[in-house]
């Protein structure tokens, strides 16, 4: 990590940055956040372990406006939405220097919190760091295998490749040891009894906090249809009906053929809805009927939604 | 036969036959086709305005309905997709369920044997017992 | 959805029909007295491209049964591309429908031309047969538009 | 808040047998916004329209519901009306509860309820309606007709005659189309080329008329008043300025005495060289050269006809040339076909040459044609003693079995057939089986009773089941006659069908390139069946010809006139007014992703860096503009936007969306 | 002092609820929330909720009342009133929606919890009193529990709240878990009445069991790292000098103004008042409102907070220094924890409070 901040600060010293997008150290030791760094001395705070899931992608549509270049950590799959964001001009690429960091996989802290309460030390997280995870607790202490506590995202990993980098640090590990639809196959295979029951059961959890929508790098809308008065859909009561089940389906459906499969929605649910499912069966329905297409992964191809072919399958036909 | 009789047994034909007899118009292609024609006193093309006009009765009492080779020609080449062979086959298992045959089975077969009975009728009217 | 006093399931339909083919579609069942359920209430749309997925879910949500959508045929599109859009974008929320466990069928899309009066008839017909054998939208309807 | 005003038509019974009009007009008094609801016999009537500007001015009525007929019926009336009062004419909304309700309902109860929803509709949509103003694009004052045919030729003589330049692409190297290969034509038994040569003459020098012949049409953008169109012109191989048509090249062609080509113009009866003009009295009069059979071009050898060209017109070189052209009209003349008869089996088409079809016999039966106006078997050239013509073949049939119109020509072109056969041959023997012979026309049936009374033309009622080429060259038809109840089997020479005709399989590319709508059947539709019978729905876009759908010559010529007119009559305007139902974009909400642009047909949307003031933005961004000329108010980019930041004017997503919630209340 | 072993404890639930509704901390699709008791429930008394029980007292959505409209038929119109005149024929009548009117026992609360109510109070049972929290306080019967296992995201002591004894806090019933029993302890006269009827199932304990207990709660408490906030600085007058800091500039930017922390917040307390057509009428309700959220409080004008960083910093001047203004100093933060645990970004009421601290002591943030 020092390595990082050392090219960091040199970036900055000399002028080919004017800010640093990255991680700041957190008072726990299990909650960095993103933040911006526009000195060399505020890097001492800088950060980057296992606990650096959050996407920083969508804070640069606001960095790149800024006078000067940002310099941005960006994990391989981050760079899909980074690259997502260029293809809708959302990001100025000209004000952007990217640092593909090294990643091997995410933490997911709810998994390690399952059966360590009273945390106050991690150690083991950083990249070139253990296959084990120690945490001391109050309670006691703790050992988990580093690949145990993953994000689920990390689980159907895209690869170690940076899309896109002006330069890169670190080593990457692909980390995928599941089928990527493993999860929407099993829920295809129930019955419509089956799936409905699940879905019911996980959304009536919704408290409607909108945070899928708001950490979502596709969701970059200056304001969403769900808050403006153009569709008068505006709602935020949670009623136990359908209208959380439209909001996530709308959710999906309007970055279905943008969505680049990141995980964050899922990662930043409070209430652990596994609302990647819904993106995941768009993206699956997509390389079904109309040919392997992964967002973010070429900046210059035509969305799904955006394209056709006179022989597209029929609404309500099964492939 | 009654009204409602004629009425049950157009319907029967119709059901059987899965033909329209309204979508005759009248060509006469059915007949300029039938190998049986000259043996026929109600003609191919007559079938449909039979069972139209309810004329049941004479049509399953005619020498037509055992004159039929289902040799499917007019079936072929109907343009409307009437079918009169399907119709007069459909007016023949009429006749066939009338008497008892309700269920058809392969054992049966040459008992029912006879100079008059095609034998192409009863391997249709087996087909579609047996479904 | 509403029931007649005879206790029988009436579903309520809402048909978007694009304004240069199944529109007059309609108005030619309409002129050659091609009868189909009232239940069937016509929305006027420009193009079936038009319709944006958050109408149909609004129309459960609201309480429909069933939503159909009837555009041009495939290569007919009056503004040549609009149906390919929609063909596309309703595989996907129909599919999703499906996913989340929305019985099949209350959803459907029917390609119809300015001359299908019959079809058009064909088709409504059909389709609320069918929404009627599946019975009351209960998996969508919001809770407030209750009875 | 709107004040509403709800009129609903009794259209006499139309409506008011169905639907308890009173009733309706009962319960609209109370919907949000309505301050006035009344019924009246007639709404489109004079005395109708004069009944709704009264209310609007006495009542200060800002917005308009009509109850009544389909708005593709009445809405320009009822806007119109609107506007005389005062009122923006898109402050009206209609209700159908006529063709979507009283037509199709039979339950009077059950009527009113959907009346009564349907109008809730529309006074909820009013509610949320706009002013919107009628722009304005100018009109390119040149017309194109695809299709040089007689209807084509027609089209374009009357436009041009008009004052106006237009231009014919024609796909075959010459213009003329079916006609040309006629020999004559009924009631009057004018020789076709007799007519039509002129004209085709007079469309060659025409000076508004630019011919592009072997040539297609490639791509059609821009919309009425604007078209821009991609014209292929298909390489010739022959240099139009140059040549003179002496016709040196195809008589020299090697391949034209091998004979293996065979002739498209002679329906395969004939051969002709590789290097051809179709038919001697071709316009323009210049060759070209078929490069699929061509030695030249399949070996590299040969080059007779550059050798022999005295005007040195031949280029083997010549390219396939695009042409980009601007056009305020499209006229569709894309003419017929006969259907392929391999499905119809018993008819023995393939397998003998002596069962020809109708069109067959004109080329056999011209002077021009391939056995010099000699009637004669294609088997063993004998002039046929006997002769059978089969009617309808193909046409009235159940979907699968054929098409299910009638063609329309074949009863009269039978007849005429059945009379010159008669007239030249009097020993011959002519039958005729037929369904039913159908001629209503001018002169039309008189005609027919001449084959019978004055040439004894044998009529039998009834169909043939079956042609069966007989071991000694004859043919066996065997048929039936209804009316003597008795099966014919009839030996015969020559059997003639008259087979189905079909809409030119071309139609299908270009009515997509066009969005020109097509039927079932491939023929164009009509605006309107009856009221607007040579305009495609889409604007611009005219019809004339089989195209349209099966008529004989004179029709066509009197279509093609219509189509003229109707042509003219928009390029006379100078502008155009424009639907002012477009998209727009709200700055405030535009992302500027380009997901509209991606989507939009037209190309209208086009992205600007704009400075966006509202409440807490003040910034320069890149933001999504409409061009509302080119906007035709598809929709497209308004649900591809995933903000709702782009909306359509007319169709917005509230007002639908409020339509959902009032129909679903 | 009764108790009862943890084992039965399903017995003393179904008991509660055989009078009362039962609402308890339930495990559904992985997550705990506060639901109502069923048979065969999954119950999870140990771990924090992830939503704050306020649901109870302060529901995220409740109908406030129904606007019917009726139409005169024309032929009941009396003489002279004329059929077209839609406005005398038309009548509006408003329903009221029931206020609740059964009590309910609320099982499992923590002390910070119901010092959150105790904040609610402040708000909805001021003048004017919302009636319908008012009716849900009145009906409500809260029996709440002693901390098990404090996480290292509570720091309820901060605010005064003690973890270890509910009966500090305006609880109706205490109770603790001490090895395999759960001890309990009336402490209000609606908590007696409680006891009363749940009485067969419980048996008497003595008081040394749940005292040692209390030591245990509190000496975990004191080893958590965020019970020794300061909040120097904070509270009553403090507006000025906090709101114009240039500070909140610096730590607000992660923020995504999504509204999880303030709808697991037991103290949050905004609603927004909407209306939805029905067949008939219209339906009018209230909801939680964010004032995280864009559209918070926005009026036609448009100019409601625009930016992210005045919302933010809203949410804690409010929570910190304008409650406080208002209501005698106190705090409308309790410590629960819960928006440290959920936020998306990590960022947390507890890291403003240290940034803040940090920079009036000096040094960089």
């Known amino acids: 990590m020092q390595g990082l901040i050392d090219r960091l600060t040199a970036l900055l010293n000399d002028g080919t940055v004017a800010r640093v997008l990255g991680w700041k150290k957190g008072d726990m030791p299990y909650n960095p956040e993103p933040a911006i760094f526009n000195s060399a001395e505020e890097l001492k705070d800088f950060v980057y372990d296992g606990f650096c899931g959050a996407n920083l992608s969508k804070m640069m549509i606001e960095a790149t406006k800024l006078e000067g270049k940002t310099a941005v950590c960006l994990k391989p799959c981050d760079t899909y939405s980074f690259n997502q964001l260029i293809r809708e001009h959302r990001v100025n690429r000209d004000n952007a220097y990217i640092i593909g960091v090294g990643c091997r996989g995410k933490l997911d802290i709810e998994k390690i919190k399952k059966d360590a309460k009273g945390i106050t030390e991690i150690s083991g997280t950083e990249l070139d760091g253990q296959e084990k995870v120690t945490i001391k607790t109050i309670y006691g202490d703790k050992e988990i295998n580093y690949t145990d506590a993953l994000l689920g995202r990390c689980h159907v990993c895209k690869g170690k490749e940076h899309m896109i980098a002006d330069e890169t640090w670190g080593e990457s590990k692909d980390t995928a040891d599941q089928e990527r639809f493993e999860e929407v196959q099993k829920l295809e295979a129930m019955t419509a009894e089956e799936r409905f029951e699940f879905f019911k059961n996980e959304l009536s959890k919704c408290i409607r906090c909108n945070a899928c929508r708001n950490v979502c790098p596709a969701c970059s809308c200056r304001k969403c249809v769900f808050d403006n008065t153009k569709f008068d859909a505006q709602q935020k009561a949670n009623v136990d009906s359908f209208e959380e089940k439209m909001f996530h389906i709308i959710r999906a459906f309007h970055v279905a053929g943008r969505c680049t499969d990141c995980g964050e929605c899922s990662r930043v649910c409070p209430e652990g809805i596994p609302l990647h499912l819904f993106n995941r069966k768009f993206i699956k329905d997509i390389d079904k009927y109309y040919g392997e297409f992964q967002a973010g992964k070429d900046p210059e191809a035509q969305s799904p939604l955006t394209d056709f072919t006179f022989e597209d399958i029929e609404p309500g036909e099964r492939g | 036969m009654t009204k409602q009789e004629i009425e049950k047994n157009v319907e029967l034909i119709r059901e059987i036959s899965g033909c329209d007899p309204y979508k005759c118009m009248r060509c006469g292609k059915c007949s300029g086709s039938c190998p049986s024609f000259n043996e026929m006193d109600i003609k191919p093309h007559q079938f449909a305005s039979y069972i139209i006009n309810g004329n049941v009765e004479e049509l399953v009492s005619s020498k037509s309905l055992w004159k039929c080779l289902s040799c499917f020609a007019c079936i072929e080449r109907c343009p409307r997709n009437v079918e009169p062979g399907k119709l007069i086959d459909a007016a023949r298992q009429l006749v066939e369920r009338e008497r008892g045959g309700d269920h058809l089975q392969a054992e049966d077969i040459p008992e029912l044997l006879n100079e008059d009975v095609p034998q192409q009728l009863l391997v249709s009217a087996y087909r579609r017992y047996r479904r | 959805m509403s029931v007649n006093e005879n206790g029988e399931f009436r579903p309520l339909i809402v048909a978007f029909c694009c304004n240069w083919c199944s529109y007059a579609g309609a108005d030619l069942a309409g002129s050659s007295r091609l009868s189909y359920p009232a239940d069937v209430k016509i929305i006027r749309v420009p193009c079936s491209g038009r319709v944006n997925p958050m109408f149909i879910l609004r129309a459960f949500e609201r309480g429909a049964d069933g939503v159909i959508i009837c555009g041009c045929h495939p290569g007919d599109c009056h503004y040549s591309t609009g149906n390919y859009y929609a063909r596309r974008r309703m595989t996907l929320l129909f599919s999703m429908l499906d996913y989340i466990g929305v019985e099949n069928g209350r959803t459907r899309v029917e390609w119809c031309s300015a001359a299908e009066g019959a079809k058009f008839s064909k088709t409504m017909n059909e389709f609320c047969e069918k929404i009627a054998s599946l019975g009351k939208n209960v998996r969508l309807g919001d809770l407030r538009c209750k009875d | 808040m709107q004040r509403i005003g709800v009129f609903v038509c009794h259209c006499g019974s139309n409506i008011a047998a169905t639907v308890d009009v009173k009733k309706v007009v009962e319960l609209v008094r109370y919907e949000p916004g309505v301050v006035f609801a009344d019924d009246y016999m007639y709404m489109c009537s004079e005395a109708g329209q004069e009944k709704i500007i009264e209310a609007i001015k006495e009542n200060k009525l800002t917005g308009l519901v009509i109850c009544s007929c389909s708005p593709r019926m009445h809405e320009k009336t009822f806007r119109a009306c609107a506007e005389k009062a005062g009122l923006n004419p898109y402050m009206v909304e209609i209700a159908n509860i006529r063709e979507q309700c009283s037509w199709i309902h039979k339950d009077r109860e059950e009527a009113t309820e959907k009346a009564v929803i349907l109008a809730r509709a529309a006074i909820a949509k009013v509610n949320l309606n706009t002013p919107l103003q009628e722009g304005e694009s100018p009109v390119i004052k040149r017309a194109l007709v695809i299709g040089g045919g007689i209807a084509g030729i027609q089209t374009a003589l009357d436009i041009a005659d008009a004052g106006y330049p237009v231009d014919i692409v024609e796909r075959e190297p010459s213009i003329g189309g079916r006609m040309s290969q006629f020999d004559k034509t009924f009631p009057t038994l004018d020789c076709a080329s007799c007519i039509l040569t002129p004209k085709m003459v007079e469309v060659n020098q025409h000076p508004n008329i630019t011919l592009y012949t072997y040539s297609e049409v490639e791509g059609v953008a821009g919309y009425v008043g604007n078209f821009e169109v991609q014209i292929k012109k298909k390489a010739r191989s022959v240099d139009m300025a140059a040549c003179t048509g002496c016709g040196e090249c195809q008589a020299k062609c090697p391949l034209g005495k091998m004979g293996k080509i065979p002739s498209e113009f002679d329906r395969g009866l004939k051969n002709r060289p590789a290097i051809y003009m179709p038919f001697a009295q071709a316009v323009p009069a210049v060759p070209v050269i078929d490069r699929e059979n061509c030695t030249y071009f399949k070996t590299g050898k040969c080059g007779v006809c550059a050798k022999i060209c005295p005007s040195k017109a031949i280029n083997y070189e010549q390219e396939d040339e695009i042409v980009t052209e601007k056009y305020g009209a499209i006229v569709v003349a894309t003419g017929f076909d006969i259907i392929n008869l391999d499905k119809y089996g018993e008819y023995a088409y393939n397998e003998s040459p002596d069962v020809i079809t109708s069109i067959e016999l004109e080329r056999l039966m011209n002077a021009a044609g391939p056995t010099g106006g000699h009637l004669e078997r294609m088997s063993d050239h004998k002039q046929p003693k006997d002769i059978v013509f089969i009617q309808c073949v193909g046409s009235r049939c159940d979907d699968e079995k054929g098409k299910p119109y009638c063609s329309k020509v074949c009863c009269m072109y039978t007849a005429k057939h059945a009379m010159l056969i008669k007239d030249h041959w009097p020993d011959t023997n002519v039958t005729v089986f037929y369904i039913d012979v159908r001629t209503p026309g001018k002169n039309f049936d008189e005609f027919y009773r001449r084959a019978v009374e004055q040439y004894h033309v044998n009529y039998i009622k009834g169909q043939v089941g079956k042609v069966i080429p007989q071991p000694d060259g004859s043919l066996m038809v065997q048929g039936v006659d209804l009316l003597d109840n008795k099966q014919i089997m009839k030996k015969t020479d020559m059997v003639v069908l008259a087979a189905a005709i079909e809409p030119n399989k071309g139609v299908r590319k270009i009515a997509t390139m066009l969005t020109a709508s097509i039927d079932n059947n491939d023929f164009l539709t009509e605006a309107h069946a009856k009221l607007r019978p040579v305009e495609s729905p889409t604007a611009g876009i005219f019809l004339s010809g089989m195209a349209q759908g099966p008529k004989d010559i004179p029709e066509t010529v009197s279509q093609a006139g219509a189509a003229a007119v109707k042509v003219v009559g928009l390029l006379a305007k100078d502008k155009l007014k424009t639907n002012p139902c477009t998209a727009k974009c709200d700055p405030m909400f535009c992302n500027g992703c380009s997901t509209c642009a991606n989507v939009c047909p037209y190309g209208a949307i086009t992205y600007e860096d704009q400075l966006v003031r509202g409440p807490g933005v003040n910034e320069t961004r890149r933001v999504a503009i409409v061009n509302n000329a080119l906007c035709q108010g598809c929709g497209a980019c308004t649900t591809a936007c995933p903000s709702g930041a782009m909306d359509l004017q007319g169709f917005s997503n509230r007002q639908i969306t409020t339509e959902v919630d009032a129909i679903c209340q | ?365």
């Open chain 5, 1 to 365: 002092m009764y108790k009862i072993s943890l084992k039965d404890l399903d017995t003393l639930f179904r008991e509660i609820a055989g009078n009362n509704e039962l609402i308890l901390p339930v495990k559904k699709a992985g997550q705990i929330n506060f639901g109502a008791y069923e048979e065969g429930v999954e119950t999870d008394l140990i771990n924090k909720s992830v939503k704050s029980p306020k649901d109870a007292f302060f529901p995220q959505f409740e109908t406030l009342y129904n606007v019917k409209k009726t139409i005169t038929p024309a032929d009941e119109l009396a003489d002279g009133e004329e059929a077209a005149n839609t406005k005398i024929r038309t009548k509006l009548s408003i329903e009221m929606e029931g206020l609740k009117d059964k009590d309910f026992v609320i099982f499992g609360m923590r002390a910070c919890d119901v010092k959150g109510v105790e904040v609610l109070d402040n708000v909805f049972l001021s003048d004017p009193v919302d009636s319908f929290y008012k009716a849900r306080r009145d009906h409500g019967i809260i029996v709440a529990l002693a901390c098990k296992e404090p996480e290292e995201s509570c720091f309820c002591t901060v605010f005064g709240v003690d973890p270890a004894d509910p009966t500090k806090a305006k609880a109706d019933v205490a109770t603790w878990i001490v090895g395999e029993d759960l001890y309990w302890k009336a402490v209000t006269e609606k908590g007696e009445k409680l006891t009363e009827s749940v009485k067969s199932a419980l048996t008497d304990a003595d008081e040394a069991a749940v005292e040692s207990e209390k030591a245990n709660i509190t000496s975990i408490m004191d080893k958590l790292p965020n019970t020794k906030l300061s909040l120097e600085g904070w509270g009553a007058g403090k507006t000025d000098e906090k709101f114009n800091s240039e500070l909140w500039g610096k730590i607000y930017n992660p923020c995504l103004g999504c509204g999880t922390c303030t709808f697991v917040c037991p103290t949050c307390q905004c609603y927004d008042i909407k209306d939805y057509t029905t067949k008939d009428g219209i339906q009018r309700y209230r909801c939680w409102d964010s004032c995280m959220y864009s559209d918070f409080t926005l009026m036609a004008g448009g100019q409601n907070r625009t930016s992210q960083l005045q919302r933010f910093r809203q949410r804690f001047m409010h929570k910190l220094v304008y409650y406080p203004d208002r209501y005698d100093g106190m705090f409308s933060c309790v410590g629960c924890g819960r928006c440290v645990d959920k936020c998306p970004q990590s960022l947390n009421i507890v890291k403003v409070i240290k940034a803040f601290d940090k920079e009036e002591k000096g040094g960089a943030v």
